[in-house]
């Protein structure tokens, strides 16, 4: 049961440089730790004497933002005599949907979408999962953050294009879906990025002076967001066939669009499966994801030691799944 889940955006912060910077992120991390521990459990009505365990992301991501959080996390574990856990935050994308619900019957295919992560996963059991794909360069929050800031939309891209965009043709522009090989779960955003880039700066033509602009503006981001939204459910439902599973849960800040969550309901295969669309403030980066896994990760007794260290890569989920490779037979 979630008692409280306090988060603080940085969006404000990160705003006019359209995307990240790492030095500011710790610096804000560093000031609002504790504030941010000490309001969530006022929320939660809890001492830290009650707690049983601490849980804390210490993979993947910035290393000086997820230092700031272990360093928080170490000390409360070492004052008050409890258990650390630490949590890869993919993973906890992976497990938000049985979180949101505990029944969620199991296996279940899970999407996970951010802005730095695009990847599908098979939830086998509770702290136990298998990777089946991933993205070959940008993840789909990448690509829509990218596509925003080349429409002269505000960061972060995936609200404001799928603002700007309410009232759009989602057919107005023909944007490709880069699907890869007819089999593969992998994603690849770049060149769905060039195209709009193209279409908006033909190549060899002069730049134009005005960024696009009213319903030009509104189409370009409905189709542009459709291409994206496509690519991800018609791979989910390969995934759907292609796998045994009973459930689809999504989590990331792209599980927050709109469209998507449309569109999984809509399809015919996806529809069939056990849905998990997640409550939105669970699906972008969150503490009570990260409890939720650590609690799970807790109760199978696996705790960790008191030097946790940060760790910029997502630990892979088990094996990647691939495809039996055509032997070539020499003559
Ligand atoms: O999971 P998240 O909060 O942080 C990361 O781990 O990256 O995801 C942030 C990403 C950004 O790229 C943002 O543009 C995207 O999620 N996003 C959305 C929406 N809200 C946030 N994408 C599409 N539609 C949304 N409504
Ligand atoms: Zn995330």
């Given amino acids: 049961m979630v008692l409280s889940n306090v988060v603080h955006s940085q969006i404000s912060l990160h705003q006019r440089f359209r995307g990240v910077v790492p030095e500011v992120a710790s610096r804000s991390h560093t000031e609002r730790i504790l504030p941010i521990v000490r309001q969530a459990l006022d929320d939660a009505k ?14 993947p991501g910035m290393v000086g933002c997820l230092l700031v959080g272990l360093a928080a996390a170490k000390a409360l574990a070492f004052r008050f005599n409890r258990p650390l856990v630490g949590v890869d935050h993919v993973q906890a994308h992976v497990h938000t949907g049985l979180l949101a619900d505990p029944d969620m019957p199991l296996p279940a295919l899970c999407l996970v979408a951010s802005g730095g992560h695009t990847a599908l996963y098979k939830l086998i059991a509770p702290g136990k999962s298998e990777r089946l794909g991933t993205t070959r360069d940008d993840a789909a929050g990448e690509a829509l953050d990218k596509g925003a800031a080349l429409l002269g939309l ?60 009213g319903q030009e503006l509104k189409n370009l981001a409905a189709s542009y967001q459709e291409a994206i939204v496509d690519v991800l459910v018609k791979k989910l439902r390969r995934a759907a066939e292609q796998h045994d599973v009973q459930s689809l849960c999504i989590g990331g800040g792209v599980a927050k669009n709109t469209r998507l969550r449309e569109q999984i309901a809509a399809d015919p295969v996806l529809k069939q499966l056990h849905l998990v669309l997640p409550p939105l403030d669970l699906c972008a980066d969150n503490g009570a994801m990260i409890a939720g896994l650590g609690s799970i990760l807790f109760r199978q007794g696996k705790t960790s030691p008191i030097d946790l260290d940060a760790v910029a890569t997502a630990q892979s989920g088990g094996k990647i799944k691939m495809r039996p490779r055509k032997r070539r037979v020499s003559k």
């Fill in 46 to 59: 809890v001492t830290p004497e009650e707690l049983t365990a601490i849980a804390v992301t210490h993979r």
């Fill in 154 to 213: 505000s960061y972060p891209g995936g609200p404001s294009i799928e603002n700007e965009g309410k009232d759009g043709d989602r057919k107005a522009f023909k944007l490709p879906r880069t699907m890869l090989d007819k089999t593969s779960l992998d994603f690849s955003f770049s060149g769905m990025k060039t195209a709009l880039l193209y279409t908006v700066q033909p190549p060899g033509q002069p730049k134009p002076d005005e960024l696009p602009s």
